[in-house]
Protein backbone atom coordinates (compact mmCIF):
# COMPACT_ATOMS: atom_id res chain seq x y z
CA UNK A 1 0.00 0.00 0.00
CA UNK A 2 1.04 3.21 -0.57
CA UNK A 3 0.67 6.66 1.29
CA UNK A 4 -1.10 9.45 0.76
CA UNK A 5 1.97 11.22 0.19
CA UNK A 6 3.27 8.80 -1.93
CA UNK A 7 0.32 8.95 -3.93
CA UNK A 8 -0.05 12.66 -4.38
CA UNK A 9 3.85 12.33 -5.58
CA UNK A 10 2.95 9.61 -8.49
CA UNK A 11 -0.48 12.11 -9.23
CA UNK A 12 2.13 15.12 -9.84
CA UNK A 13 4.62 13.22 -11.73
CA UNK A 14 1.28 11.74 -13.80
CA UNK A 15 -0.14 14.97 -14.12
CA UNK A 16 3.19 16.19 -15.47
CA UNK A 17 3.63 13.44 -18.10
CA UNK A 18 0.22 14.66 -19.27
CA UNK A 19 0.79 18.18 -19.67
CA UNK A 20 4.12 17.49 -21.85
CA UNK A 21 2.23 15.08 -23.88
CA UNK A 22 -0.49 17.80 -24.50
CA UNK A 23 2.05 20.21 -25.19
CA UNK A 24 3.05 17.40 -27.70
CA UNK A 25 -0.43 16.91 -29.05
CA UNK A 26 -1.16 20.48 -29.56
CA UNK A 27 2.33 20.73 -31.78
CA UNK A 28 1.61 17.83 -33.60
CA UNK A 29 -1.62 19.67 -34.25
CA UNK A 30 0.24 22.37 -35.23
CA UNK A 31 2.08 20.65 -37.31
CA UNK A 32 -0.78 19.13 -38.84
CA UNK A 33 -2.70 22.05 -39.69
CA UNK A 34 0.26 23.74 -41.22
CA UNK A 35 1.01 20.34 -44.28
CA UNK A 36 -2.85 20.59 -44.68
CA UNK A 37 -2.57 23.76 -45.78
CA UNK A 38 0.47 23.84 -47.60
CA UNK A 39 -1.61 20.80 -49.37
CA UNK A 40 -4.83 22.92 -50.19
CA UNK A 41 -2.70 25.76 -51.20
CA UNK A 42 -1.28 23.29 -53.68
CA UNK A 43 -4.13 22.23 -54.68
CA UNK A 44 -5.60 25.30 -55.52
CA UNK A 45 -2.61 26.45 -57.26
CA UNK A 46 -2.96 23.25 -59.47
CA UNK A 47 -6.84 24.30 -60.46
CA UNK A 48 -5.85 27.86 -60.57
CA UNK A 49 -2.90 26.08 -63.04
CA UNK A 50 -5.24 24.03 -65.02
CA UNK A 51 -7.96 26.99 -65.59
CA UNK A 52 -5.15 29.43 -66.83
CA UNK A 53 -3.72 26.87 -69.31
CA UNK A 54 -6.83 26.03 -70.54
CA UNK A 55 -7.35 29.89 -71.59
CA UNK A 56 -3.61 30.24 -72.90
CA UNK A 57 -4.25 26.78 -75.11
CA UNK A 58 -7.85 27.66 -76.05
CA UNK A 59 -7.47 31.36 -77.04
CA UNK A 60 -4.63 31.47 -79.24
CA UNK A 61 -6.22 28.78 -81.07
CA UNK A 62 -9.60 30.49 -81.57
CA UNK A 63 -7.73 33.40 -82.87
CA UNK A 64 -5.63 31.33 -85.00
CA UNK A 65 -9.03 29.77 -86.66
CA UNK A 66 -11.04 33.40 -86.89
CA UNK A 67 -7.33 34.63 -88.82
CA UNK A 68 -7.09 31.91 -90.88
CA UNK A 69 -10.67 31.99 -92.48
CA UNK A 70 -10.41 35.70 -92.67
CA UNK A 71 -7.20 34.93 -95.04
CA UNK A 72 -9.22 32.57 -96.48
CA UNK A 73 -12.09 34.39 -97.20
CA UNK A 74 -10.32 37.83 -98.44
CA UNK A 75 -9.62 39.05 -101.76
CA UNK A 76 -6.05 39.00 -103.49
CA UNK A 77 -5.71 42.98 -103.72
CA UNK A 78 -6.31 42.68 -99.67
CA UNK A 79 -2.57 41.56 -99.84
CA UNK A 80 -1.07 44.15 -96.97
CA UNK A 81 -4.09 42.89 -94.69
CA UNK A 82 -3.46 39.12 -95.17
CA UNK A 83 0.12 39.55 -94.28
CA UNK A 84 -0.51 41.60 -91.35
CA UNK A 85 -2.74 38.67 -90.09
CA UNK A 86 -0.43 35.94 -91.20
CA UNK A 87 1.86 38.04 -88.78
CA UNK A 88 -0.60 37.50 -86.29
CA UNK A 89 -1.59 33.80 -86.88
CA UNK A 90 2.68 33.28 -86.46
CA UNK A 91 2.85 35.21 -82.91
CA UNK A 92 -0.15 33.22 -81.67
CA UNK A 93 0.91 29.97 -82.54
CA UNK A 94 4.57 30.57 -81.68
CA UNK A 95 3.29 31.66 -78.10
CA UNK A 96 1.48 28.36 -78.21
CA UNK A 97 4.22 26.16 -79.53
CA UNK A 98 6.29 27.76 -76.80
CA UNK A 99 3.79 27.27 -73.80
CA UNK A 100 2.99 23.71 -74.72
CA UNK A 101 7.06 22.80 -74.94
CA UNK A 102 6.85 23.94 -71.34
CA UNK A 103 3.70 21.70 -70.23
CA UNK A 104 5.65 18.66 -72.28
CA UNK A 105 9.36 19.15 -70.69
CA UNK A 106 7.75 19.43 -67.19
CA UNK A 107 5.87 16.45 -67.13
CA UNK A 108 9.10 14.92 -68.86
CA UNK A 109 11.06 15.81 -66.32
CA UNK A 110 8.70 14.51 -63.71
CA UNK A 111 8.45 11.63 -65.12
CA UNK A 112 12.25 11.41 -65.13
CA UNK A 113 12.51 10.91 -68.76
CA UNK A 114 14.78 14.03 -69.87
CA UNK A 115 18.45 13.37 -69.16
CA UNK A 116 20.61 15.57 -71.17
CA UNK A 117 21.88 14.58 -74.30
CA UNK A 118 25.06 16.48 -75.01
CA UNK A 119 26.48 17.63 -78.16
CA UNK A 120 28.52 20.04 -79.35
CA UNK A 121 26.17 22.89 -80.24
CA UNK A 122 27.21 26.45 -81.82
CA UNK A 123 26.37 28.82 -78.91
CA UNK A 124 26.24 32.07 -80.82
CA UNK A 125 24.16 30.78 -83.60
CA UNK A 126 21.78 29.01 -81.02
CA UNK A 127 21.09 31.99 -79.14
CA UNK A 128 20.86 34.26 -82.41
CA UNK A 129 17.99 31.57 -83.52
CA UNK A 130 16.07 32.24 -80.74
CA UNK A 131 16.36 36.28 -80.31
CA UNK A 132 15.51 36.02 -83.99
CA UNK A 133 12.41 33.98 -83.15
CA UNK A 134 11.68 36.75 -80.70
CA UNK A 135 12.05 39.78 -82.39
CA UNK A 136 8.73 39.81 -83.75
CA UNK A 137 6.86 39.69 -79.83
CA UNK A 138 10.16 42.12 -79.04
CA UNK A 139 9.05 44.83 -82.06
CA UNK A 140 5.12 44.60 -81.18
CA UNK A 141 6.38 46.50 -77.70
CA UNK A 142 9.03 48.01 -79.23
CA UNK A 143 11.92 46.63 -77.55
CA UNK A 144 15.30 46.07 -78.92
CA UNK A 145 17.32 43.23 -78.18
CA UNK A 146 21.01 43.79 -78.00
CA UNK A 147 23.21 40.67 -77.93
CA UNK A 148 26.57 40.58 -77.39
CA UNK A 149 29.01 37.36 -77.26
CA UNK A 150 32.42 37.59 -75.22
CA UNK A 151 35.30 35.60 -77.42
CA UNK A 152 37.91 34.19 -75.89
CA UNK A 153 40.12 34.76 -78.17
CA UNK A 154 42.56 32.12 -76.66
CA UNK A 155 39.90 29.47 -78.08
CA UNK A 156 39.42 28.63 -81.49
CA UNK A 157 36.17 26.98 -80.95
CA UNK A 158 34.67 29.34 -78.44
CA UNK A 159 31.59 28.82 -80.16
CA UNK A 160 31.51 25.70 -79.64
CA UNK A 161 30.17 24.18 -76.16
CA UNK A 162 29.23 20.86 -75.48
CA UNK A 163 25.54 20.91 -74.06
CA UNK A 164 22.10 19.94 -74.27
CA UNK A 165 20.94 22.12 -77.31
CA UNK A 166 16.95 21.79 -76.77
CA UNK A 167 17.08 22.34 -72.75
CA UNK A 168 19.54 25.05 -73.23
CA UNK A 169 17.01 26.68 -76.01
CA UNK A 170 13.95 26.05 -73.78
CA UNK A 171 15.91 27.41 -71.03
CA UNK A 172 17.41 31.45 -72.85
CA UNK A 173 13.62 30.85 -74.39
CA UNK A 174 12.32 31.52 -71.04
CA UNK A 175 14.38 34.06 -70.03
CA UNK A 176 13.72 36.02 -72.49
CA UNK A 177 10.37 35.62 -73.11
CA UNK A 178 9.79 36.90 -69.29
CA UNK A 179 12.46 39.94 -70.26
CA UNK A 180 10.03 40.89 -73.03
CA UNK A 181 6.66 40.33 -70.92
CA UNK A 182 8.27 42.54 -67.89
CA UNK A 183 9.64 44.83 -69.84
CA UNK A 184 8.20 48.84 -70.16
CA UNK A 185 7.56 49.45 -73.49
CA UNK A 186 9.60 50.90 -75.67
CA UNK A 187 13.41 49.72 -73.86
CA UNK A 188 16.17 47.55 -74.45
CA UNK A 189 16.82 44.21 -73.49
CA UNK A 190 20.89 42.56 -72.84
CA UNK A 191 21.48 39.40 -73.68
CA UNK A 192 25.04 38.39 -72.87
CA UNK A 193 26.80 35.38 -73.05
CA UNK A 194 30.56 34.42 -72.15
CA UNK A 195 32.80 31.58 -71.58
CA UNK A 196 33.79 31.38 -67.95
CA UNK A 197 36.60 28.08 -67.82
CA UNK A 198 34.60 25.32 -68.42
CA UNK A 199 31.22 27.07 -68.44
CA UNK A 200 28.69 28.85 -70.48
CA UNK A 201 27.86 32.16 -68.87
CA UNK A 202 24.07 34.22 -70.14
CA UNK A 203 22.85 36.85 -68.99
CA UNK A 204 19.44 38.64 -69.82
CA UNK A 205 18.78 42.12 -68.69
CA UNK A 206 15.71 43.73 -68.77
CA UNK A 207 14.49 47.22 -67.57
CA UNK A 208 10.91 46.32 -66.60
CA UNK A 209 8.83 45.94 -63.25
CA UNK A 210 11.58 43.77 -61.04
CA UNK A 211 10.62 41.96 -58.59
CA UNK A 212 10.60 42.68 -55.03
CA UNK A 213 13.42 41.08 -52.68
CA UNK A 214 11.02 38.78 -50.68
CA UNK A 215 9.23 37.38 -53.63
CA UNK A 216 12.67 36.09 -54.83
CA UNK A 217 12.37 33.01 -53.27
CA UNK A 218 9.44 31.84 -54.49
CA UNK A 219 9.34 32.62 -58.09
CA UNK A 220 11.09 28.79 -59.01
CA UNK A 221 8.08 27.64 -57.63
CA UNK A 222 5.54 25.75 -59.94
CA UNK A 223 2.18 27.51 -60.83
CA UNK A 224 3.14 30.84 -58.93
CA UNK A 225 2.55 33.84 -60.29
CA UNK A 226 3.64 36.95 -58.42
CA UNK A 227 0.89 39.23 -58.99
CA UNK A 228 -2.65 38.07 -60.28
CA UNK A 229 -3.57 41.53 -61.43
CA UNK A 230 -0.21 40.82 -63.94
CA UNK A 231 -1.72 37.68 -65.09
CA UNK A 232 -5.37 39.40 -66.47
CA UNK A 233 -2.52 41.90 -68.83
CA UNK A 234 0.18 38.98 -69.58
CA UNK A 235 -0.46 35.55 -70.36
CA UNK A 236 1.86 32.80 -68.24
CA UNK A 237 0.67 29.77 -65.99
CA UNK A 238 3.94 30.17 -63.74
CA UNK A 239 5.44 26.95 -65.05
CA UNK A 240 8.19 28.47 -67.14
CA UNK A 241 11.15 29.71 -64.65
CA UNK A 242 10.45 26.10 -62.77
CA UNK A 243 11.30 24.57 -65.85
CA UNK A 244 14.17 26.54 -66.44
CA UNK A 245 15.36 26.05 -62.92
CA UNK A 246 14.77 22.39 -62.86
CA UNK A 247 16.55 21.67 -66.27
CA UNK A 248 19.73 23.82 -64.81
CA UNK A 249 19.91 21.55 -61.94
CA UNK A 250 19.73 18.36 -65.12
CA UNK A 251 22.54 19.88 -66.13
CA UNK A 252 24.52 21.30 -63.50
CA UNK A 253 23.84 24.39 -63.99
CA UNK A 254 22.59 27.17 -61.60
CA UNK A 255 20.77 30.67 -61.79
CA UNK A 256 20.90 34.19 -60.27
CA UNK A 257 19.00 36.48 -59.96
CA UNK A 258 19.23 40.46 -59.47
CA UNK A 259 16.20 42.40 -59.45
CA UNK A 260 14.91 46.00 -58.04
CA UNK A 261 11.01 46.72 -58.24
CA UNK A 262 10.53 49.22 -60.58
CA UNK A 263 13.87 48.75 -61.99
CA UNK A 264 14.40 45.60 -63.76
CA UNK A 265 15.83 42.49 -63.51
CA UNK A 266 19.41 40.01 -64.60
CA UNK A 267 18.75 36.39 -64.49
CA UNK A 268 22.51 34.58 -65.02
CA UNK A 269 23.20 31.26 -66.04
CA UNK A 270 25.61 29.21 -65.72
CA UNK A 271 26.00 25.67 -67.10
CA UNK A 272 29.08 23.79 -67.13
CA UNK A 273 30.31 22.04 -69.86
CA UNK A 274 28.40 18.22 -70.87
CA UNK A 275 31.15 15.46 -70.89
CA UNK A 276 30.95 11.76 -70.79
CA UNK A 277 32.08 11.46 -66.78
CA UNK A 278 29.34 10.98 -64.56
CA UNK A 279 28.28 13.55 -62.20
CA UNK A 280 28.75 10.56 -58.74
CA UNK A 281 33.01 11.33 -60.40
CA UNK A 282 33.65 8.44 -61.91
CA UNK A 283 34.39 8.48 -65.55
CA UNK A 284 32.78 6.46 -68.06
CA UNK A 285 35.84 5.23 -70.57
CA UNK A 286 33.45 2.90 -72.34
CA UNK A 287 35.72 0.05 -70.23
CA UNK A 288 33.19 0.23 -67.29
CA UNK A 289 30.63 -1.83 -68.26
CA UNK A 290 32.12 -5.27 -68.80
CA UNK A 291 30.73 -7.74 -67.09
CA UNK A 292 29.95 -11.17 -66.79
CA UNK A 293 33.81 -12.50 -65.40
CA UNK A 294 34.50 -14.07 -62.15
CA UNK A 295 34.47 -10.77 -60.40
CA UNK A 296 31.36 -9.83 -60.50
CA UNK A 297 29.06 -9.82 -57.30
CA UNK A 298 25.20 -11.04 -58.55
CA UNK A 299 22.15 -9.99 -56.87
CA UNK B 1 35.05 -7.47 -75.31
CA UNK B 2 31.57 -7.42 -74.16
CA UNK B 3 30.03 -9.71 -72.08
CA UNK B 4 28.00 -12.50 -73.81
CA UNK B 5 24.23 -10.84 -72.57
CA UNK B 6 25.38 -8.13 -74.91
CA UNK B 7 26.27 -10.51 -77.88
CA UNK B 8 22.84 -12.13 -77.57
CA UNK B 9 21.17 -8.56 -79.15
CA UNK B 10 19.25 -7.43 -75.60
CA UNK B 11 18.68 -3.84 -75.85
CA UNK B 12 21.04 -1.58 -73.26
CA UNK B 13 20.63 1.28 -71.73
CA UNK B 14 22.67 3.69 -69.97
CA UNK B 15 20.51 5.68 -67.14
CA UNK B 16 21.70 8.64 -65.69
CA UNK B 17 21.09 10.20 -62.25
CA UNK B 18 17.91 11.64 -61.80
CA UNK B 19 16.44 9.25 -64.05
CA UNK B 20 14.54 6.00 -64.44
CA UNK B 21 13.75 3.33 -66.85
CA UNK B 22 10.94 0.72 -67.27
CA UNK B 23 10.22 -1.25 -70.51
CA UNK B 24 8.21 -4.17 -71.01
CA UNK B 25 10.77 -4.94 -73.61
CA UNK B 26 14.06 -6.29 -71.87
CA UNK B 27 17.16 -4.21 -71.30
CA UNK B 28 20.64 -4.41 -69.72
CA UNK B 29 19.95 -1.03 -67.53
CA UNK B 30 23.78 0.09 -66.55
CA UNK B 31 24.65 2.68 -63.96
CA UNK B 32 27.09 4.13 -62.01
CA UNK B 33 26.13 5.08 -57.95
CA UNK B 34 28.19 6.94 -55.28
CA UNK B 35 25.99 8.36 -52.89
CA UNK B 36 22.76 7.87 -55.01
CA UNK B 37 21.19 5.07 -54.72
CA UNK B 38 19.33 2.54 -57.27
CA UNK B 39 16.14 0.75 -56.81
CA UNK B 40 15.64 -2.36 -59.06
CA UNK B 41 12.07 -3.58 -59.12
CA UNK B 42 11.84 -6.70 -60.92
CA UNK B 43 8.32 -8.56 -61.46
CA UNK B 44 9.36 -12.99 -61.87
CA UNK B 45 5.57 -13.76 -63.31
CA UNK B 46 5.65 -11.19 -65.95
CA UNK B 47 9.30 -10.71 -66.28
CA UNK B 48 9.70 -7.66 -66.34
CA UNK B 49 11.66 -4.57 -64.49
CA UNK B 50 12.54 -1.54 -63.79
CA UNK B 51 15.04 0.78 -62.14
CA UNK B 52 15.28 4.09 -60.84
CA UNK B 53 18.55 6.32 -59.96
CA UNK B 54 17.85 8.94 -57.35
CA UNK B 55 20.23 12.07 -55.94
CA UNK B 56 18.52 13.09 -52.63
CA UNK B 57 16.06 11.70 -50.56
CA UNK B 58 13.47 14.02 -50.18
CA UNK B 59 11.23 16.61 -52.37
CA UNK B 60 11.96 19.29 -51.23
CA UNK B 61 8.36 20.82 -52.04
CA UNK B 62 9.18 23.54 -54.13
CA UNK B 63 10.03 23.33 -58.20
CA UNK B 64 9.68 19.84 -59.98
CA UNK B 65 8.77 16.71 -58.61
CA UNK B 66 11.28 15.49 -60.25
CA UNK B 67 12.81 11.69 -59.53
CA UNK B 68 16.02 13.19 -58.70
CA UNK B 69 14.44 12.48 -55.41
CA UNK B 70 13.69 9.47 -53.50
CA UNK B 71 10.58 9.26 -52.57
CA UNK B 72 9.12 10.86 -55.91
CA UNK B 73 11.37 8.24 -57.97
CA UNK B 74 10.33 4.99 -55.83
CA UNK B 75 6.46 6.00 -56.23
CA UNK B 76 7.10 6.75 -59.93
CA UNK B 77 8.62 3.49 -60.63
CA UNK B 78 6.18 0.98 -58.67
CA UNK B 79 3.49 3.28 -61.00
CA UNK B 80 5.86 2.36 -63.95
CA UNK B 81 5.49 -1.02 -63.21
CA UNK B 82 1.90 -1.45 -62.14
CA UNK B 83 1.50 0.26 -65.13
CA UNK B 84 2.67 -2.32 -67.16
CA UNK B 85 1.01 -5.32 -66.07
CA UNK B 86 2.97 -6.03 -62.68
CA UNK B 87 0.39 -6.71 -59.80
CA UNK B 88 2.18 -5.30 -56.49
CA UNK B 89 2.41 -8.43 -54.82
CA UNK B 90 5.01 -10.08 -57.24
CA UNK B 91 6.99 -7.35 -57.29
CA UNK B 92 10.27 -7.84 -55.72
CA UNK B 93 13.41 -4.93 -55.00
CA UNK B 94 17.04 -4.99 -55.10
CA UNK B 95 18.70 -1.87 -53.87
CA UNK B 96 22.14 -0.66 -54.68
CA UNK B 97 24.06 2.35 -53.70
CA UNK B 98 24.45 4.90 -50.58
CA UNK B 99 28.19 4.86 -50.37
CA UNK B 100 29.88 7.69 -48.45
CA UNK B 101 32.41 8.38 -51.02
CA UNK B 102 33.04 11.65 -50.89
CA UNK B 103 35.00 12.45 -47.71
CA UNK B 104 34.18 14.85 -45.85
CA UNK B 105 34.94 15.13 -42.12
CA UNK B 106 31.61 16.05 -40.31
CA UNK B 107 29.34 14.45 -43.29
CA UNK B 108 26.89 16.22 -41.46
CA UNK B 109 24.30 15.45 -44.51
CA UNK B 110 24.88 11.52 -44.38
CA UNK B 111 23.34 11.59 -48.37
CA UNK B 112 23.98 8.12 -49.02
CA UNK B 113 23.09 7.09 -45.54
CA UNK B 114 19.28 8.74 -45.99
CA UNK B 115 19.13 7.62 -49.32
CA UNK B 116 18.95 3.86 -48.56
CA UNK B 117 16.32 4.89 -45.07
CA UNK B 118 14.26 6.21 -47.75
CA UNK B 119 14.25 3.34 -50.15
CA UNK B 120 14.03 0.70 -46.84
CA UNK B 121 11.07 2.54 -45.63
CA UNK B 122 9.17 3.15 -48.81
CA UNK B 123 9.84 -0.91 -49.68
CA UNK B 124 8.23 -1.70 -46.43
CA UNK B 125 5.46 0.44 -46.40
CA UNK B 126 4.56 -0.50 -49.95
CA UNK B 127 5.12 -4.55 -48.39
CA UNK B 128 7.82 -4.61 -51.42
CA UNK B 129 10.23 -7.55 -50.35
CA UNK B 130 13.72 -7.18 -50.62
CA UNK B 131 15.35 -10.00 -52.22
CA UNK B 132 19.27 -8.38 -52.69
CA UNK B 133 20.83 -5.43 -51.92
CA UNK B 134 24.71 -3.82 -51.83
CA UNK B 135 24.59 -0.62 -49.88
CA UNK B 136 26.56 1.51 -47.81
CA UNK B 137 30.20 1.77 -47.03
CA UNK B 138 32.45 3.66 -48.23
CA UNK B 139 32.89 2.36 -52.19
CA UNK B 140 30.96 3.78 -55.52
CA UNK B 141 29.36 0.84 -57.42
CA UNK B 142 29.00 -0.12 -61.44
CA UNK B 143 25.68 -1.74 -61.43
CA UNK B 144 24.09 -4.08 -64.50
CA UNK B 145 20.60 -4.96 -64.36
CA UNK B 146 18.85 -7.85 -66.78
CA UNK B 147 15.26 -6.23 -66.68
CA UNK B 148 14.14 -10.23 -68.37
CA UNK B 149 15.89 -12.23 -65.25
CA UNK B 150 15.99 -9.48 -62.53
CA UNK B 151 19.32 -10.59 -62.56
CA UNK B 152 21.95 -7.34 -61.10
CA UNK B 153 25.80 -8.01 -61.44
CA UNK B 154 28.00 -5.30 -59.43
CA UNK B 155 31.44 -4.70 -59.24
CA UNK B 156 32.60 -2.23 -56.16
CA UNK B 157 34.86 0.54 -57.83
CA UNK B 158 37.55 3.25 -56.66
CA UNK B 159 37.48 6.63 -56.53
CA UNK B 160 39.35 7.75 -59.86
CA UNK B 161 40.17 11.44 -58.07
Not at chain 1, 113 to 125: C, H, L
Not at chain 2, 42 to 60: Q, R, S, T
Request: glycine share 8%; net charge neutral.
Amino acid sequence: MLSDKELIEQLKIRLAKSAEMAVMLAKQGEELQSVNEKLSESEALKSHFISNITNEIVNPFASILGLSKNIIASKESDIIKIKSMAELIHSEAFELDFQLKNIFTAARIEAGEASPEYIKTDISQLITSIISAYKYKAEQKQLKINFSFDLDKALSDAHFFRTDPEKLKLIISNLLSNGIKYSNAANRIEVKAWRDENSLKLMVKDFGIGIDKKNLEIIFDRFKRLDASINSLNPGHGLGLSVTKSLLDLMNGNIEIASKRGIGSIFTISIPEGDDTNSDGYALDGNEFIFGNSEDEVF
Amino acid sequence: MRSSEQENNIKTHYLYPAALFAEPEPHLVDTILGSCVAVCLYDPVKKIGGINHYMLPFWNGTGLASPKYGNIAIQKLVEKMLFMGSSKGNIQAKIFGGGEVVDTKTNMFKIGERNIEIAENMLAELKIKITGKSIGGKQGRKIRFNTETGVVLMKLIQKST
